[in-house]
């Protein structure tokens, strides 16, 4: 078979790990970068042990108690976007939840979503009324395949214990993701109150269309913040990015271990980025 493209895949944080070897098996069987994007995040959504992450069923709750997650998926080619915001279980809202049904969608109840470990943590956060972990964490995973097709996705159940309805920067083109076919792909995670506020995926991408390697469009969209807020109040923020030729970048505020596959490596490598100031 001819290779047309340089096959790849990348997923945020260490726990992504097994996510992106079941991306580069499915690359390699020569599935496209949506389905193979689309079937392994709905794997990790469904299970309650990368919950603990904030990400799908076993995921933190808002402070009533209710895992509302946020999910958002792009492909390259202009205008294919897809996202859900604050979802209950399947959807929320009348609208949504018929046009689910219609499609054969089952809802979950919360009880199903909440694991042992998030039902405890949210069991102690109303006893103390204040967050037990200020954890982040969300997998964004991107998949470039054969045929040259680049797919972006990202899923959370969000900042842990927040308000009822809250939305993130995840299921926010531009924000939490950016693809574009010409170019690349990026991904964030971190603070996403403070994270839309900038557009990075997207400017990321627009910094490789002008010719920066993935790293150095991480970079300097890191360093753009950092000059604007000051390097010192920077918030948490995690970026990765994929070009075309399969090359990758990361950078962010805090240490921030990814997960890497191409056609080059025998098996998926973890990276780590460690934060810069601006000042050395
Ligand atoms: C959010 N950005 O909802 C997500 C959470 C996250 O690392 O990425 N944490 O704010």
Same mark, same amino acid.
């Given at each position: 078979?001819?290779?047309?493209?340089?096959?790849?895949?990348?997923?945020?944080?260490?726990?992504?790990?097994?996510?992106?070897?079941?991306?580069?098996?499915?690359?390699?069987?020569?599935?496209?970068?949506?389905?193979?994007? /689309?079937? #392994?995040?709905?794997? &990790?959504?469904?299970? !309650?042990?990368?919950?603990?992450?904030? =990400? $799908?069923? +076993?995921?933190?709750?808002?402070?009533?108690?209710?895992?509302?997650?946020?999910?958002?998926?792009? /492909?390259? #080619?202009?205008?294919? &976007?897809?996202?859900? !915001?604050?979802?209950?279980?399947?959807? =929320? $809202?009348? +609208?949504?939840?018929?046009?689910?049904?219609?499609?054969?969608?089952?809802?979950?109840?919360?009880?199903?979503?909440?694991?042992?470990?998030?039902?405890?943590?949210?069991?102690?956060?109303?006893?103390?009324?204040?967050?037990?972990?200020?954890?982040?964490?969300?997998?964004?995973?991107?998949?470039?395949?054969?045929?040259?097709?680049?797919?972006?996705?990202?899923?959370?159940?969000?900042?842990?214990?927040?308000?009822?309805?809250?939305?993130?920067?995840?299921?926010?083109?531009?924000?939490?993701?950016?693809?574009?076919?010409?170019?690349?792909?990026?991904?964030?995670?971190?603070?996403?109150?403070?994270?839309?506020?900038?557009?990075?995926?997207?400017?990321?991408?627009?910094?490789?269309?002008?010719?920066?390697?993935?790293?150095?469009?991480?970079?300097?969209?890191?360093?753009?913040?950092?000059?604007?807020?000051?390097?010192?109040?920077?918030?948490?923020?995690?970026?990765?990015?994929?070009?075309?030729k399969g090359e990758v970048g990361?950078?962010?505020?805090?240490?921030?271990?990814?997960?890497?596959?191409?056609?080059?490596?025998?098996?998926?490598?973890?990276?780590?980025?460690?934060?810069?100031?601006?000042?050395?």
């Amino acid at each position: 078979m001819q290779i047309l493209s340089q096959m790849a895949a990348v997923g945020t944080w260490s726990f992504s790990r097994p996510a992106v070897e079941r991306m580069s098996c499915m690359l390699l069987a020569g599935q496209n970068a949506t389905d193979v994007v /689309e079937t #392994v995040m709905a794997e &990790f959504e469904d299970d !309650a042990d990368t919950g603990r992450h904030i =990400v $799908g069923r +076993g995921g933190y709750p808002n402070c009533k108690g209710v895992v509302e997650c946020d999910a958002a998926i792009m /492909e390259g #080619v202009p205008g294919r &976007f897809g996202a859900v !915001a604050a979802l209950r279980g399947l959807l =929320v $809202g009348d +609208g949504a939840e018929a046009f689910a049904q219609d499609l054969g969608f089952t809802s979950e109840a919360n009880d199903n979503m909440l694991s042992h470990h998030t039902a405890t943590a949210y069991r102690e956060f109303l006893e103390k009324n204040q967050p037990v972990s200020g954890g982040h964490d969300t997998i964004g995973l991107i998949a470039l395949d054969l045929s040259g097709n680049i797919t972006v996705g990202v899923s959370t159940s969000g900042a842990p214990f927040k308000s009822p309805g809250r939305v993130g920067d995840s299921p926010l083109p531009g924000c939490g993701l950016y693809a574009d076919h010409t170019v690349g792909a990026a991904a964030a995670t971190g603070d996403g109150d403070k994270i839309m506020c900038y557009c990075p995926s997207f400017h990321v991408v627009q910094l490789m269309k002008q010719g920066s390697s993935p790293s150095e469009a991480c970079h300097a969209v890191l360093a753009d913040i950092q000059r604007r807020i000051g390097d010192d109040k920077c918030f948490e923020i995690g970026l990765i990015s994929l070009n075309m030729k399969g090359e990758v970048g990361a950078a962010s505020s805090v240490e921030f271990p990814y997960t890497f596959w191409n056609q080059g490596l025998d098996s998926v490598k973890e990276l780590i980025n460690q934060p810069k100031s601006l000042n050395v």
